[in-house]
């Protein structure tokens, strides 16, 4: 028998096994059918644009879902991956969202003088996308 190799840098195996894991986990034993090479594509190609701690995050996410959708049409890497962008839309929206008073900054730079609030509050907001 010919063993297929792993492109590089790729842990498909490592990703499939713990896709397998989390869905015997949720379905109380029940192993996870995996069609080798069109998911181990799949799961590649996920795991390129995410990274690898996005990537089993997204696992998690995808069998602790109450989403209907998901929760009826089976738990596949294809229905994993078809749903990744919702699931990472989920993941965003529930970080909190610190906002801060620009104003303050703005006449704290300016001495309590600002002639441009509306450029100002731009720029500062521009200065903060470049920090995170």
């Not at 008073?101 to 703005?106: K, T």
Request: net charge positive; aromatic share 8%; charged share 30%.
């Amino acid at each position: 028998m010919v063993e297929r190799r792993q492109k590089a840098g790729v842990p498909t195996r490592e990703l499939l096994t713990y896709f397998d894991d989390a869905h015997q986990r949720a379905l109380k034993g029940a192993k996870a059918v995996i069609n080798g090479g069109k998911d181990a594509k799949l799961i590649a190609g996920l795991w390129r644009t995410q990274g690898d701690s996005m990537t089993r995050q997204l696992i998690d996410d995808f069998f602790a879902s109450p989403d209907p959708w998901i929760r009826n049409n089976g738990y596949t890497v294809g229905r994993l991956v078809s749903e990744a962008g919702k699931l990472l839309a989920r993941r965003v929206r529930s970080q909190p969202v610190i906002v801060k008073d620009w104003r303050a900054e703005c006449r704290e730079k300016h001495n309590g003088r600002c002639t441009n609030v509306y450029f100002h509050e731009a720029q500062i907001d521009a200065d903060r996308e470049r920090e995170v």
